[in-house]
């Protein structure tokens, strides 16, 4: 992990913004905002410490809050991924992938387990969210209509970037 920190810095700072400057501007009838700089934290080493995978959420979420002007709403999304993701990694993956500590991303798990990787992250992130910013289940057909359509759109832009990206 240390010996690439410099690798995880920038994936960081490009995914806040992109997030911030760009997908947080992509608005059709207030129902799709996709998120995907949820990426950092799916494509954290399987075997990094808990601790360090939970600061790592809490930074990247507090950051993206800042932009936003949610008060901890993304933070809160995002601990929450970081905290069921080795269980999720646990449902896609092999033990020995999981053991070898490396980067879960397309190549590495292929692209089944890496959409049902992404599928479960984005849609426990996106459900987490959506609600936790509406803060009532008076709105809840809309909100989940936000949640659905905003989740596709994340998976489709994630699973995208990992075909530019990790191209075989």
Do not use: C, W
């Not at 910013?133 to 596709?152: H, K, M, N, P």
């Amino acid at each position: 992990m240390i010996k690439d920190l410099g690798k995880y810095a920038i994936m960081f700072v490009a995914l806040v913004l992109v997030q911030v400057l760009i997908l947080n501007n992509i608005q059709v009838s207030g129902l799709i905002n996709p998120y995907v700089y949820i990426l950092f934290i799916l494509l954290l080493p399987f075997n990094i410490q808990g601790y360090l995978l939970l600061g790592f959420s809490f930074l990247i979420g507090i950051t993206v809050d800042v932009f936003n002007g949610t008060p901890g709403v993304h933070a809160g999304a995002t601990v929450l991924l970081g905290f069921l993701r080795p269980s999720i990694a646990r449902l896609v993956s092999s033990r020995e992938i999981i053991e070898k500590g490396s980067m879960p991303n397309l190549t590495v798990l292929g692209f089944a387990n890496f959409l049902k990787y992404t599928v479960i992250a984005v849609l426990i992130h996106h459900l987490f969210l959506f609600y936790a910013e509406a803060f009532s289940f008076g709105d809840f057909f809309e909100t989940f209509l936000r949640y659905i359509i905003s989740s596709v759109f994340s998976i489709l832009i994630i699973l995208g970037s990992q075909f530019i990206v990790f191209k075989n």
